[in-house]
C-alpha cells in the first residue's frame, strides 16, 4: 500500500455511494458540520428527495448552505439544533437515513442523540455510523474520547438498531451500517 493510499482521508461520496443511498429517499446528517456529506447525499437523492443538515453551530449550517448553492442543490434543508435535546425539526419515522459521522464521540448524552435518531427513522432505515478508530494518531481526538467498533456496536444495539455491516472509510475511521 502506497503511502497517498495509506493517509487519504474520509470522502464522502464514496462512503455514501456504498452505503445503498437511492433516489428520492430522504437523508439526515446529524452533526452536519461543513456540509459535505450533505452535499454527497443532496447528489445521490436528486430532486425527488430530500437532505435535513442539522447542527447546533450556526457556521456550520451557512458553510453548508454556501455548499449547496456551489453545486447548484436546492434539496438540503438545514436546522439548528443541539441534538442532545429530544424534539428535532424533523417528523417522526420519516428519514430513509442518518448519517452519524464524527458526532457520538463529541457527545455527552450519546442515549439522547440515538433517541432522536430512532425517533426520525422509518422502520428498516439506515444509520451510517463513522467515527475515529481507537487508535493512539498523533492528530484527532483524544483517544480515551474515541469510540471503539465495539462500543459503538453495543451502544447502538441497546438503542434498537441491528449493524448490518461495515463499508470501506479511510486508514482513521470506521464505518458502519445499521438497520432500524
Known amino acids: 500500500m502506497n503511502i497517498k493510499t495509506q493517509l487519504r482521508f474520509l470522502d464522502p461520496k ?32 436528486g430532486n425527488e428527495g430530500q437532505v435535513y443538515a442539522i447542527d447546533v453551530k ?22 439548528r439544533h443541539d441534538l442532545e435535546l429530544p424534539g428535532v425539526k424533523i417528523n417522526d419515522n420519516s428519514c430513509d437515513v442518518v448519517i452519524l459521522s464524527g458526532i457520538l464521540h463529541l457527545s455527552k448524552l450519546q442515549k439522547n442523540v440515538l433517541k432522536e435518531t430512532y425517533r426520525v427513522l422509518k422502520t428498516g432505515g439506515r444509520i451510517i455510523a463513522i467515527e475515529w478508530k481507537k487508535e493512539k494518531l498523533p492528530f484527532g481526538p483524544n483517544i480515551n474520547d474515541r469510540i471503539s467498533e465495539q462500543q459503538m456496536n453495543d451502544m447502538l444495539t441497546k438503542s434498537g438498531f441491528r449493524l448490518q455491516g461495515e463499508m470501506p472509510a479511510d486508514t482513521f475511521h470506521y464505518a458502519l451500517i445499521y438497520i432500524k
Open 14 to 45: 464514496e462512503i455514501l455511494a456504498t452505503s445503498g443511498i437511492q433516489k428520492g429517499e430522504t437523508v439526515a446528517d446529524f452533526g452536519c458540520g461543513n456540509g459535505f456529506y450533505p452535499v454527497a447525499a443532496a447528489l445521490m437523492v
Open 58 to 79: 450556526a457556521e456550520a449550517l451557512e458553510a453548508t448552505v454556501s455548499a449547496a448553492k456551489h453545486e447548484g442543490l436546492s434539496n438540503i434543508y438545514t436546522v
